[in-house]
């Protein structure tokens, strides 16, 4: 039953045992005896209380449809308002679902082209410092070398630390140009990229140990490359913010990933022994790693670790990473890719 319905009902009820009241042989004597007040008291007291069980039950489901507004996140998809109460509310209710589901998708669109984007320019900022700024430091440290031959010797020292200087400069320019872009990843795999990536982070004042599985089931090249921008930035904000001496970076294939379809998948674990999240506030960083998990539809969960310390917890499922994705083994199929990665595809295409 509509609301309208429902309060027009209880209100003609109201009216109706009003008229019949006047026109029947209760009456109000002059002065009112005290009986008589406390009839009409009880009933406008009965007409009163229903009159707010009505609107009580009929006005619930707006209020839970504004919790559900109030706390609706687009990084935590999937809530959905129930859809109960009246007619126009439970229509209401279904066309603010309908409504969150194409921002949903809108906004995983958007992700997937800015995110390509993203890797497309990191990928042509890193060729550019490779192949130009590279090769030019590369050039000037050769002649500083030829230079170093030829000076007096009291301008020898100056040329030695240019040298050097020249040399730093380099070692710098490379390891953007790997951070920017993980050439590892396209060249030897997943496997050797996280290693590549335990090693680059293990420095004096923080050690990180790495285990990472050898019989992972197959991923995706999209799959492959979120998982190293994960543990990346998990590893980047162990180093930054955790004040933590000891990381671990895991990479293990679990099952049930997929609930009672008990599939198997994969899942990246960076733990560290720091000062632990607290109440954590998440920033660009946090907000990116869940960007880049929405993309190929996996769980991402920050909290904290096992006594102490933050673990970044990201759990892909092998249907998500492969057959949703549109890209089995063997090659990709169009017409399964999602409409979010076919338009990163294509924009990645247009560039």
Sequence with gaps: MSLFRRIFLLNAAGLTVA???????????????????????????????????????GLAPLQRLGRAMATADLLHPGARAPVTGPAEVAGL???YNTMLDRLETERATSSARALSAQEGERRRISQELHDEVGQTLTAVLLQLKRVADQVPGELREEVRQAQEATRGSLDEIRRIARRLRPGVLEELGLHSALRSLAAEFTTHGLSVRHHLDGDLPPLTEETELVVYRVAQEGLTNTARHAGADRAELRLRRVVGVDGDDGGDGVELLVRDNGKGPGRLREGAGISGMRERALLIGAALSVGAGPGAGTDVRLRISTKTGASEAGVSTTGASESGVPPQLRAATAFEGDR
């Design 93 to 95: 209710i279904t066309t």
């Design 19 to 57: 008229t019949a009241l006047l026109l029947g042989p209760v009456t109000v004597s002059t002065p009112i005896l005290p009986g008589e007040v406390l009839v009409v008291v009880a009933g406008l007291a009965v007409l009163l209380v229903v009159n707010a069980l009505v609107l009580r039950i």
